[in-house]
């Protein structure tokens, strides 16, 4: 079955240091590779998307993303954390599911970042 | 400014009791999706619809109608068949289109509480 793990629930990491949030998917085909982030109370914003091409992707805010096929995984890093970076953020696969076009989401990792 | 809105932010609901949550979209966008957040759990989905005048049940639709009269407009009524329906509803849209890469884009949902 089709899924997406993010294996860490909650992440602690002080403001300056790096940050590397997991995330494995299970889908046959190539998937379309979505990070999202959301703060307390407030819809999920884009931080970024693979679709094809290179995969190392970059985002907004300073996040960059890299597909490992090999892996199934889409790891997202930032290189120096921001107190403003605390946040929940998911990641999510497209793909075709039972013939229509749909995404999944991970549970999400809770960013808690230390001044 | 284009973007999704939902309203209200915050619902509160009697037992027994039928309510809509609201899902309007300027982005001229096909495709429309009503997910549910509980903490934990990621986002389920709850229906979609991919043009006007028809839409399909997602994951956990059980409880739960919608309508797409309008491109623009896709209302989500709990009806009191819904055990549980404290959570936070999310609203998003893409472009649409079978097969085709696509972002979800999503309002700032909405919070229902079953007092």
């Known amino acids: 079955a089709q899924s997406v793990t993010q294996p860490d629930i909650h992440i602690t990491v002080s403001e300056g240091a790096s940050l590397e949030l997991r995330c494995n998917y299970s889908?046959?085909?190539?998937?379309?590779l979505f990070w999202y982030v959301q703060s307390p109370g407030q819809g999920l914003q884009l931080l970024l998307k693979?679709?094809?091409?290179?995969?190392l992707v970059q985002g907004i805010k300073g996040f960059e993303a890299e597909f490992k096929r090999s892996q199934s995984s889409f790891n997202l890093r930032k290189p120096s954390v921001h107190w403003s970076d605390a946040a929940e953020y998911f990641c999510?696969?497209?793909?075709?599911?039972?013939?229509?076009?749909?995404?999944?989401f991970g549970t999400g990792t809770r960013l808690k970042v230390l001044a | 400014d284009g973007g999704i809105t939902q309203s209200p932010k915050y619902l509160f609901r009697k037992e027994g009791q039928n309510v809509t949550l609201s899902c309007e979209q300027n982005?001229?966008?096909?495709?429309m999706y009503w997910y549910r957040q509980d903490p934990g759990q990621g986002l389920r989905l709850i229906y979609y619809?991919?043009?006007?005048?028809?839409?399909q049940k997602g994951d956990i639709a059980e409880g739960y109608s919608v309508s797409r009269e309008k491109k623009e407009s896709f209302p989500l009524t709990v009806t009191s068949a819904q055990k549980n329906p404290t959570a936070f509803y999310l609203c998003?849209?893409?472009?649409?289109?079978?097969?085709?890469?696509?972002?979800?884009?999503f309002g700032p949902g909405t919070r229902l509480t079953v007092l």
């Open positions: 998003a849209s893409s472009i649409g289109g079978v097969g085709k890469p696509d972002t979800q884009y």
């Open positions: 693979y679709f094809s091409g290179d995969t």
């Open positions: 889908y046959g085909a190539t998937p379309y």
């Open positions: 619809s991919q043009i006007v005048n028809d839409f």
């Open positions: 982005l001229n966008h096909d495709a």
């Open positions: 999510a696969v497209g793909g075709i599911f039972s013939g229509t076009y749909k995404y999944i």
